[in-house]
Each structure stands twice: as C-alpha cells, then as structure tokens.
DNA sequence: CTGAAAGCGCTAACAG
DNA sequence: CTGTTAGCGCTTTCAG
C-alpha cells in the first residue's frame, strides 16, 4: 500500500541510489534526474521508511524521555521544553513515565535499547542511578541527566544547588522573623534532602538549633491522597510553627488546604514557601511565594547536551548548575 | 558492540532462525535448543532489535500522541493515562506537543508516519481535522481522538457531551440565583464553543435574554500572559456580573487573579465555576466548583479503542461518550 | 524439530 | 553522474 523507494526509482525511471541520493541531498545528481525524482516522489506522496533507514544509518532519530510523573506540572513542563527542543532538531521523543517505580524505570531502559533510540534524557528521579549506569556501559548509550544527582559516575548533568535553594527559603522566612518553620519533604530524592541541609544550614547559622518535630516526611504524592495528620497535630499545639517550608510546590499547595481545614491563614496566620515555581503558583490565593527552579531551561539545556552528545562532542564530566531564584509572592509575610 | 541474533546462535551453536522461535515463542524448538539459546542470550546480554523486526514485521509498537499543550495539566493528564495504557500493552508512546498549532500538527503527522507508528491517539486540538482526515486516507493508519470532533468521519471518538456540561454549569449558578452570568471562553475548539451553547440553552430555558456584552473571549493561554483588561471593565460597571462560568479550570484560575487584582473576592463577591477537573483546582482557595470531565479516564478508553483497532477490530464508526459531572466545592455560592 | 534462503526498505561503497 | 551489489538484524516460508 504506501510506496517505497522502488516504486519511486521506477516511476522515475533512476536506479533506487539516485533516489536515495535527492532525498539526502548526498552525493550529486543530475538537475534533470532530481527533478524526475521529486516529481515521481509527489505523485506518489512517498516518504522514506525511516525504520528501514534507521536499521543501516544505525540512528533513529529518537530519544527517550524517562520522568517520574507526567501529572505534576513540573515534570510536565520538563518534557514540554526537552521535546520541543528535540523536535526543532529532527528527533523524536519518546517519553516513558516511571510512576518514581525504579523497577518500571528498568524495564522501560530495557525497551528504549530494543527501539534503538539514539540517547535518553533522564529527568528527576531518585539517587539510585545504577541501572542507568549499567544500561549506559552495556548499550553504549548516550545518557544525560537533569535534576537527578550524577554522583561520581562523571555524566553529563544540569541542576541546581539545592542547598542553596534550601538556604534562600529557609533565609527569608528568617528575614522575616520565624523561628519555628517547619520544613516539610517527602525527602525521597537528593534535591529534596539537600534543601533540607539547606534549611538547616541556615537554621544554624543563625544560632537556632534544630527540631526533629519541625523536620517532617509526607508522601510524595500527598496532593493525591491527602492524610496530613502528624501536620495538623503540629499545629494545634501551642507554640505552633509561624512558617512553612514545603520541598516543592505541590507539597506547599497541599499544605494550603490543610491550614485553611484547621481554620489557619496563609500568610496571615502561617507563612509558606515552596519551591519550583510552578505555573500554577500564580493562580493560587494567596500566590505562593517560592524557591524557583528554572525548570524549562533546565530541560533543554540537558537536551542540548544530549544533542551535541549525539553529534559527537565529548560530554562526559560536564555539569551545568543553574541559579536558583527566590521569588516573592504574597504567602510569606513578617512574623506578627 | 551490540550482540546481535547472530551471536547468539553461534554461540548456542543453533541457526537465527531457532533463536528466533524461541524468543517468539513461534514455531517449536526442542527443550535443549531453547535451553542453549536462552544460555547464550543470557552470557551475550541479548535483547532483539526491534528497528530490525519492525522492517519485517510491519509494526513498530510505538503509537503516536498528538497533544496541543503538555504544560496544560488537563493535557498531561491525559498523556499520562494514554501512555500507562499503551505501555501495558508493550506499545511506547512517541508524543508530540503541537502548540495548537495546525502547521505543526501536519509536520508531526509526517513524521509519524516515517517512524511508521502503528496508530494515533489525538488528544483534544481544533476542529479541522482533514489534514488527519488525508493521514489517515493516504497512511491507511489508525486513528483515535479523544476530546476532538470528527465530524462525519466515523472515526472512533470518545469524549464528553459538552452542550449538556455547560448547561450542567449555568444551572447550577442559575440555581443558586445568578442572573448575570459571565462566559468566559477562548472558543477555539468545538469542545468550548458547545459548553457556550449549553450556557445559552440554560439561560433561554429561564427566560433570559442572551447578552453578548457576557459572553467573552479571551485568549486560550490567558494562564501564561495574563491582559484580560476586557474583563476588569465587566467588573467595574454598575451592574457587574455576579458569577463566572468559564470554559475551562485554567481560566477560572486565570479569574480568581483578575478579581482579586481588583478587590473582588471569590464566591463572596462573584462565584467561579469551571470545566475539566484538573487536579489543582482542589489546592487553590476557595476550592473550585467545576464540572468533571474524566480526562484520564477518557484518554484510557480512546487508547482502549486504538489497541483494538490494532488487533483487528472494527473501530469504525464507534463513539463513547462520557458523563461531564457537577463538583461542587466553594467557589460558587448563592447571589446575596 | 531445524537450517538455508529470501527479503523487509533503505544506504553506502564501488565500479563504470 | 549513476547503477549494481551487498548488507543492516530480523522473521518467515520451505525443505529436509
């Protein structure tokens, strides 16, 4: 049914090489014979197989996107940027979601190998990098990471300092007078816990010291099922804390309507910063003020990399740090 | 670098063609020959090509996902349900952002159709469908939409009855005593322009005259660069409107910042009711009242109907369609 | 039960 | 400038 470069070469009356040659530009071709080509190439609305082409030109022009959830505006925001970038330069993506599951994360290695793909881009996703490691050394894959600690393995890689970024939250709710902030993750990740060493830095630096009851794990994915207990117990004790800082945004949302259940006001009864600076932080009441990860440019910087990795540039050892940004909002205010 | 079937007969000391029926579980092999081959697979670290078995298999198990906005949660969310459903079945996803872009949606098709995916899942996009209308003819490729009209096409659709979920939202504010009620749209797909209708049925049905000055558009990404000075002059007249129903969540979200930008609150001033249900509109304060359309639920079924359509099914001509529901939270409340 | 052979649609030397 | 030839790695008749 669809037409191949048989047909074409026939319909042209060229040999199928010819063929070949216009549509890749490569090699020369008489004007006359181009000509006869492209024009047998519209009547039969042909366009090259490009898994028949990928199995000798040993590239499919595609790349694999692994990301722990598609659901949070972070990661989707992520994968917007890297597939936009992929696309302006001819690639495809592939995106595989982990549902942070390592076991998926595996599997779905496993399968990006068998299609072929050129290389992957790992967004997020927990320390443990081994399996991507060893699909690396197996596969000779070409792997760039961004958000996702790298550790010695010396992979190309684009981030933030987190414990900076802890640090600039934890310090301007100091500014702003709290002394009891409760730093609330689900620490699953590096990022996260190097916030919390952030928090904490900037706690001690100001002579305050810490309080294991003011450093608390939720899940993950609390603003999916939300069971906020051990938080609302906090804040119904005495001294209460004056302050929130939430790992990331949707946590700090969360965190919103758990204060609005037990009858305390953002910004007006309890400060809250989060971090990410996700879209929807503007559109919140009162708009969250936040540690801003410059998400976008993250993703396609990594997928810059990853290109220019695929076209033969040596990448190993290269770290790109981004700057985290404090952006003030209207959810954090001076201690009353 | 990579072993291929090659290596792995040899060194099982059998044909590919027997390596090849015992990886299908094609053909029968005798239990030494399966054991020497699974041996040798093992020590080589085998795993097929699958760029290699497509070319004479005729199917990639990659599906294609064209989606206008990957940022835009409703979208997300249905790219992850999508994606879940088709990798449980061992197809990938290859997902391509159009921006709401038709130009683009044409490039992509094209290369859809050179990666030789095995069908398309559409998620949401204008009403102008020819150019998949003539993908669909040229490629004899299969082809779902999710959230998309298709016209007279017979092609398989699932999706909402969006004329009934706008009627749902206006008698619902009707209900609570609106009479001047603001619609507040982008009218750039079908999808909207039907929950308008619905908005004017529900007011015809009380005996109220339509009021063009009411029904307002405003740009579909108002959530990324926010002008909407067209609505503050709404709200600075004598006699403003009393409640919104808007097109969509992101909108409704977009408006909670335009009144209070001008001292309006929500629900105590003007009540808000949106469409879609996007996760977000639980954390946002008040909670919004919207009408659910199940997103993630809808995009499963529309791959359901693909997967089917791949194993031969008859697809033609099926349509399912969904129940767009009433939730009630705080954002609307009755006139004072 | 198994191997040899042909071929999927395309690219890439290599002669001419 | 162009056609012929030989695969890329795999599946699939078809004999045996």
């Not at 730093?183 to 630096?205: C, M, Q, W």
Request: with cysteine; net charge neutral; aromatic share 6%.
């Amino acid at each position: 049914l669809r037409s191949t470069i048989n047909d074409v070469a026939k319909l042209a009356g060229v040999s199928k090489s010819t063929v070949s040659r216009v549509l890749n530009n490569s090699g020369s071709v008489s004007p006359q014979a181009r000509e006869a080509v492209l024009k047998a190439q519209r009547a039969l609305n042909y366009h090259p197989n490009r898994v028949a082409r990928s199995l000798v030109s040993r590239s499919t022009m595609t790349i694999g996107v692994l990301v722990p959830d598609l659901r949070n505006p972070f990661y989707s925001t992520a994968c917007w940027a890297a597939e936009k970038e992929m696309r302006q330069h001819g690639y495809s993506a592939l995106i595989c979601n982990t549902d942070n599951n390592p076991d998926l994360e595996s599997k779905y290695l496993q399968v990006l190998g068998e299609h072929q793909v050129d290389g992957v881009l790992v967004l997020g996703g927990s320390d443990n990098i081994n399996p991507l490691l060893n699909f690396k050394a197996r596969e000779n894959m070409p792997l760039v990471f961004v958000d996702r600690p790298v550790l010695e393995s010396r992979l190309p890689w684009v981030g933030i300092d987190n414990v900076r970024g802890g640090m600039l939250a934890s310090e301007y709710l100091l500014d702003l007078g709290h002394r009891r902030i409760l730093f609330a993750t689900s620490d699953f990740t590096k990022a996260e816990r190097d916030r919390g060493i952030g928090y904490k830095n900037a706690l001690a630096a100001r002579g305050i010291a810490p309080n294991p009851d003011l450093y608390i794990t939720i899940e993950e994915d609390c603003w999916k099922r939300q069971n906020l207990s051990q938080i609302v117990k906090l804040f119904n004790r005495e001294a209460r804390p004056t302050a929130i800082f939430a790992s990331n945004d949707l946590k700090a949302l969360t965190l919103y309507n758990v204060l609005k259940e037990i009858g305390l006001g953002v910004s007006s009864d309890v400060s809250i910063i989060g971090f990410d600076n996700i879209d929807v932080t503007n559109l919140v009441s009162p708009p969250l003020t936040t540690v801003a990860q410059p998400i976008a440019e993250m993703s396609k910087k990594g997928t810059e990399m990853l290109l220019a990795w695929l076209k033969g540039e040596e990448m190993i050892g290269q770290a790109v740090e981004m700057e985290p940004r404090l952006v003030v909002r209207k959810s954090a205010t001076a201690v009353a």
